[in-house]
């Protein structure tokens, strides 16, 4: 299997406890990866590493087998940082041919390139006005753009949906699964989850600068075995004998969406890791005179994870 | 590095800082043209017809003292420009997020800063040889006399060498000062260069001529050498002045402290001096180019 990216212990340390640790990755080439951890875990150091923006105090990186910041690694990448600018007297399509000539882009294909990039995150003719004048969504759009102009092999983007209107997150999500399906490698560092849980096959999750937790994503979100039950003519003598008759966690949940109804509707919820089980749960509850309207299994979540995972630890990224 | 290079004039180009710098410029040049005019006509007015010694000792000096104020404000407003055109180049283009997208793209860093460098310094270059050919050329219009051409080439290299090195100390200050930090410190250092000046002139002008002031004059002296050694450039602007005026060639017959008063020329460094400037250039410029490669952003 060939690599995209691979770290081998990169550690960056800025001397106040900061940066990151002993980061150990491999992503296949045509993945999509999602980075995930709290303010100040230390993913954007990572970024700047693998981009070159930042020396490692140890250990190194290789994207494509190419020592990650040296100049062959960094013309199969395309970078959208997460605070970034370009200047403000510069209209998006000077912005753009800028960037296309420090690829070492030229002539009539780069302007063709730039018009369509342009087209495809919704600037279009509004490419010849100064950024000065663009909003802070069509400078994140005009930097999505900047950052496909080589056509990488492997996009990094850093926050990517971060100013946009749900929308402009919309046409993004769109446009980074036509980028997955062309087979380009994906780094996607982002705080929504419901983006990453979309776009992403793996991922990992950092906090104070060491990785925590990582996996596929499938992986992630089968670990759920929760399973969700609404049923009417509850006592609280039945669900004793549920629990012990189940010999498995089962609970009341608040009422979703609201208060409970007066004919005494409840919602239980049961840690059932087998199909079987749940047919037994069903077949037990129907044989002690229970009505049952509803039986679902409960959607496991990325923020579910990330909240699972982080829980109980401290954060050096805010003071809490 | 074309790239970049072309990119920073476009960028000094639509800031208004040129704009406003050229329009000063031309308020000065409205301004010195008056002076010079009115200086020229009280030099060349009497004698008429007959050119003595004493005539066109005066009409030099006059010409001499015209050059010297228009070369002050040239000085000062060519490492002005060329202090706040790249006061921002690193540090200011970091914390704005302009670098960080720039330094993922296949390009060296050094070609990056070198395409910056040679865009600042060709932009400021070109202003001061404006000021050069103006200032004398409204200097010769009005008084008659211009100086040796043979001494103009050596004189505008001298003029834009401050440029240089200006540009080249703003940028390197720039990888680890902010905008504002870097301004105060470059202003202060280029303002230093014209302390040195003025400690000769004082020396120079015998102000401390008591029975023991030897030492302070000492003192004083190795604080301006250290001074231009630290900023050379009002150094240079001296050495220029002093070639443009040939001073030495003049010998006898004029001499610059006598003559010229407080817009005398004094202690004019030496070749070494030069050498010794080139040497500083080349450092910092290679300074600059190794810091932008360990920098992180």
Redesign the interface.
Known sequence: MSYAIETFGLTKNYGNGRGCHDVTLRIPAGEAFGFLGPNGAGKSTIVKMLVGLTAPTEGKALLFGQPAGSVEARRRIGYLPELFRYPGWLSGEEAMVFHAKLCGMKGAELKRRINRLLDEVGIGQRGKDRIKGYSKGMQQRLGLACALLADPDIVFLDEPASALDPVGRHEVRELLQRLRKEGKTIFLNSHLLEDVELLCDHVALLNNGRILADGRVSDVLRASTRWRFRVGGMTPELLDWLREAMIVPVDIIPWEGGDTPAWGEHWLEAELAEDEQVGYFNRLLMEQGLTLYETRKVKSSLDEWFLQAVSGLEHRGENR | MI??WM?TW??LI??KVTLMTLLLTVLFWIAFYFIARSAGASVSHYESGIISLDNLIDRFRGSAILLWIGFFFASFATGFLAIFSSVAAVTGEAE???L?????????RTHWYLGRWLGFVTFCLAYALLLFVSIIGIVAYATGVHPDWSSIGPALVLFVSPVLLMVTLTMLASCWLAPLGNGVAMVLLFGMGWVGTMLDRVIAAGMFASNDSTKTSDTMEMVSGLIRLLIPTDALQQRMLSDLFQVKDLGQSFTSRDSLGYFSIVNPPSDAFLYYTAVYFVFFLAAGLFAIR?K??
């Open positions: 790239a970049v990119l476009k960028e639509r800031k704005h997020g302009v960080q997208s720039v330094f993922a793209r296949p390009i060296k360990r992180d952003f």
